[in-house]
């Protein structure tokens, strides 16, 4: 009987043993599983790799973006809601990216900030971030997008600011945007948008800056009216109306001068009346003949056909003047559209209805970039000859004539380190600028593009750039008068001809465009990783903040690396301080 019991407790302690054993592998499984499932990458952090996935070429900057860590929150430029870990802001400005964004930023429902501003991206908006309907800002300036705005956008209700500008977006304005009553910024400008602004909504309460650089639009906000919406005779945008004294207004106080032009824009249902004023405005630029000078008068007349728009001279206008000054500086005024057309040293040797034919033409293909002062267009005559058109986004009403004051001077700068500035035209919604075109593009590009695999800079070459633009940069300094502060030296200011001769870009811009009302010399301009500290903390520019951003620009040719490349970020420095190390 002893022995039965202990046999039955022997028993039982295997059984104990078994269990326990069972129970301990059970645990670890469900341990493991667990483990497994804290592992599991959130979908939030799953959105964000297809995010990176479609940045093509460019992911090695987001090397922290990895499939294998399952917290999305701790990447790069990623902030997050806690305790629950939802993705709430991606801020990857100035990153140098590329690609599309990816219709899985739907993905992110909880998403409240996307600064994707100032990279490379291209391809449409996705329709799907309707789904971001937490999104308070959208900042997607300076990058190449392309197509129109989804009209979803305004299904955003909480959105506050949105920044599209220097884009190549094109098509109408969705109404749809005047449904976001919470919009308190909205920036449009440089774009491709034609049609008429919808005047619903918030869309009528925001100014004409919101919308300028976009040549094909119209409505209320930019006061330019939209065709189809004028009778006549009628006053057009920006126009002057005629005076009884006929085009004396523009002519009274030049002297030398040589009129050459008058183009007649036809109205089939108004020939009589056109006809009568064209009679009235013969014979009082006829009775002026004396004044002017008769040897110096030549008139004669085009038709442009009604409807067809590639045949403007200039802007809408009915009745524009051709005038050329005997002077070094050519001037073109068509006062019924507001263009003026002004060419420096008589140095373009084309007739001034051709030059703006082509500006007429100029569109989203013809973008070689985007800089810091606007959209750079490549313009091609038809002798071959390229110029490059910089398209400047500036309305500042009463500063016209201090701004044209200030280009005159710039004009007249001549340097073999310099880039040429040929001309100027103002329209009614942009300000263009037009410069020598150089070959081989910018410094920056030469070094860290294509063009360095295919020919690559040897030391004699980059000391001739060195020296080049050192030249340059010590005449705007000390040759000219007042002196020329740059502000924002660097290597995409610096242009390269077939020869590899450096000039100088950009110069004298940065105190044209600073609002005078901030104080020039107190405003920082410039390109992060360049600017001296003392300007930086201060504002102040000087020659000496120049030197050093070119001090900046040697190491960045010395060595062929960014000022701010990821190499020097991930140490917490740039180019500068890894220097010091």
Known sequence: MHQAMAMDNTNSSKMRRKLMSAALVVAAMAASLLCSASMALTPDGQALLDLKLAFNGSTQRLTSWKPTDPNPCGWEGISCSFPDLRVQSINLPYMQLGGIISPSIGKLDRLQRLALHQNSFHGPIP???????????????????????????????????????????????????????????LNLSTNFFS???????????????????????????????????LGFPAILPHSDPLSSSGVSPIINNKTSHFL?????????????????????LWICLLSRKKSIGASYVKMDKQTIPDGNKNQRICGHSLLPVQTHFMETNIYLWCPYSGAKLVTYQWNLPYSS?????????????????????????????????????KRIDLNREGRDRAFEKELEILGSIRHINLVNLRGYCRLPTAKLLIYDFLELGSLDCYLHGDAQDEQPLNWNARMKIALGSARGLAYLHHDCSPGIVHRDIKASNILLDRSLEPRVSDFGLARLLVDNDAHVTTVVAGTFGYLAPEYLQNGHATEKSDV??????????????RPTDSCFLKKGLNIVGWVST
Do not use: W
């Not at 008058?262 to 009568?276: E, H, K, P």
């Not at 500006?359 to 606007?374: A, M, N, S, T």
């Not at 070119?550 to 690396?561: A, D, R, S």
């Open 127 to 185: 329709a799907e971030i309707k789904n971001c309907t937490e999104l308070r800002a959208i900042y997607l300036r300076a990058n190449y997008l392309q197509g129109g705005i989804p009209s979803e956008i305004g299904e955003l209700i909480h959105l506050t600011i949105l920044d599209l500008s220097s884009n190549l977006l094109r098509g109408t304005i969705p109404a749809s945007i005047g449904s976001l009553t919470h919009l308190r910024f």
């Open 195 to 229: 049609g008429e602004i919808p005047n619903v909504g918030v869309l009528g309460t925001f100014k004409s800056s919101s919308f300028v650089g976009n040549l094909e639009l119209c409505g209320f906000p930019i006061q330019k009216a939209c065709r189809g919406t």
């Open 260 to 280: 050459n032009g008058i183009v007649i824009g036809s109205m089939s249902t108004m020939a009589l009346a056109l006809i009568a004023v064209l009679g009235f």
């Open 353 to 389: 209805s051709e030059i703006i034919r082509r500006l007429e033409l100029l569109d989203e293909e013809d973008v070689v970039g985007c800089g810091g002062f606007g959209t750079v267009y490549k313009m091609v005559m038809d002798d071959g000859t390229a110029f490059a058109v």
């Open 548 to 561: 050093y951003s070119f001090g900046v620009l040697l190491l960045e040719l010395v060595t062929g690396k």
